[in-house]
């Protein structure tokens, strides 16, 4: 079920392939989108160019209180929970969700989700081989190449 997010201010912590992802579905949307990355700007390639494109203000070297100035904080996979901002966001009663759930706000179609400390990708690729091999239509995304909020885009 696709949420209402036109409107909602969203910052994304993480901007690597699920940051971006999150971060051009989210603005597709009608979201104020606000990215924060604690790698130096000069390390990401042509992501800041990319993010400037997309309209998506960012700040690049650290996490500061720019980030926390949203109604959802939007976690990319690699980013943990103990990260100091996002503690601070709980503890204030912010609404933090990972970049699989906004992404899935928007996917028409079931999803299949895997879990677990050892063997997800292995498992993944494998349930994409089963369905294909049912002729079951799915694409197989996630933490093993895709991200999840691109596909769905």
């Not at 901007?15 to 992802?21: E, F, K, L, N, T």
């Not at 700007?41 to 042509?46: D, E, I, M, T, V």
């Amino acid at each position: 079920m696709r949420r209402q997010v036109a409107g909602k201010r969203f910052s994304i912590l993480g901007g690597a392939r699920s940051g971006v992802a999150a971060a051009g579905l989210l603005k597709s949307a009608g979201a104020e989108v606000f990215l924060s990355e604690k790698a130096e700007a000069a390390r990401l390639g042509s992501l800041p160019e990319e993010l400037a494109r997309m309209g998506v203000p960012a700040e690049f070297g650290g996490h500061t209180a720019r980030a926390a100035e949203a109604d959802v904080l939007v976690l990319s996979p690699g980013v943990p929970s103990t990260v100091p901002l996002v503690k601070e966001a709980v503890a204030r009663g912010m609404h933090v969700v990972s970049e699989l759930e906004v992404a899935s706000w928007f996917c028409p179609g079931p999803i299949v989700a895997i879990t677990g400390t050892n063997g997800k990708t292995t498992t993944t690729a494998l349930t994409g081989r089963i369905f294909q091999d049912a002729n079951v239509r799915s694409v197989v995304a996630g933490n093993i190449g895709t991200a999840f909020s691109q596909v769905v885009a």
